[in-house]
């Protein structure tokens, strides 16, 4: 990936704050995104979630971090004003800064936010920590052997695995963003999500 398509830990973070606000909003994004003259694929009516419409809009370069003024205008117009106040009001001014201050580390999730993700992980949970995080069988079993009796310890240590042995980029948008490839995974309506992300915003 090029440094020019590299999002900003800013960025990221405004795009899963306004994924949040706008659960309830996911269809009038929707019509909203296939009205535009953006010319979105019709992929776009299979977005579950409006944080992967708003991923596929930022995809598709129809807003950046640098300039926010399309976003502005599609949240006006499904009567989101609140959000434009809000959250993208300041970035005009101080988004730069913020970004260019913001340490890599902050962006990590916490053992906090893990020990609620544990919760969203069924009995396939192997499986993801496989395909999605690439943690390998061998590791799994000697975490279980550790802790033979605690299938939710279990999971927890295996992501705190998954945290330590990428340290630049096991961040929490990049979890998110693996979890969408798993419907199944119903994390982004958690509140635990917009927790941690406050939590990150803070700086703690």
């Not at 999730?109 to 969203?120: K, Y």
């Given at each position: 990936?090029?440094?020019?398509?590299?999002?900003?830990?800013e960025?990221?973070?405004?795009?899963?704050?306004?994924?949040?606000?706008l659960?309830?909003?996911?269809?009038k994004?929707?019509?909203?995104c296939?009205?535009?003259?953006?010319k979105?694929?019709?992929?776009?009516?299979?977005?579950?979630?409006a944080?992967?419409?708003?991923?596929?809009?930022?995809?598709?370069?129809?807003?950046?971090?640098?300039?926010?003024?399309?976003?502005e205008?599609?949240?006006k117009?499904?009567?989101?004003?609140?959000?434009?106040?809000?959250?993208?009001?300041?970035?005009?001014?101080?988004?730069?800064?913020?970004?260019?201050?913001?340490?890599?580390?902050?962006?990590?999730?916490?053992?906090?936010?893990?020990q609620?993700?544990v919760?969203t992980?069924?009995?396939?949970?192997?499986?993801?920590?496989?395909s999605?995080l690439?943690?390998s069988d061998?590791e799994i079993?000697?975490?279980?052997?550790?802790?033979p009796?605690?299938?939710?310890?279990q999971?927890?240590?295996v992501?705190?695995?998954?945290?330590?042995?990428?340290?630049?980029?096991?961040?929490?948008?990049?979890?998110?963003?693996?979890?969408e490839?798993?419907?199944?995974?119903?994390?982004?309506?958690?509140?635990?999500?917009?927790?941690?992300?406050?939590?990150l915003?803070?700086?703690?």
């Amino acid at each position: 990936m090029s440094h020019r398509n590299r999002a900003p830990p800013e960025h990221t973070k405004l795009l899963l704050l306004l994924g949040n606000e706008l659960e309830n909003d996911t269809e009038k994004l929707k019509m909203r995104c296939r009205s535009d003259d953006a010319k979105l694929p019709p992929s776009v009516m299979e977005k579950k979630t409006a944080h992967g419409l708003l991923k596929l809009l930022d995809q598709r370069r129809v807003f950046r971090h640098d300039n926010y003024s399309k976003l502005e205008e599609i949240l006006k117009d499904i009567q989101r004003d609140d959000l434009v106040y809000r959250y993208l009001s300041s970035k005009k001014e101080s988004s730069e800064t913020t970004e260019s201050t913001l340490p890599a580390t902050s962006n990590r999730p916490s053992d906090a936010f893990f020990q609620d993700f544990v919760q969203t992980l069924g009995r396939n949970w192997k499986f993801f920590m496989r395909s999605a995080l690439n943690i390998s069988d061998n590791e799994i079993s000697l975490i279980q052997q550790s802790h033979p009796y605690d299938v939710k310890e279990q999971i927890f240590q295996v992501l705190k695995l998954w945290r330590e042995k990428n340290k630049g980029t096991a961040t929490l948008a990049a979890l998110l963003e693996k979890c969408e490839s798993y419907p199944d995974l119903d994390i982004m309506s958690s509140k635990c999500v917009q927790k941690e992300i406050d939590r990150l915003g803070e700086g703690k």
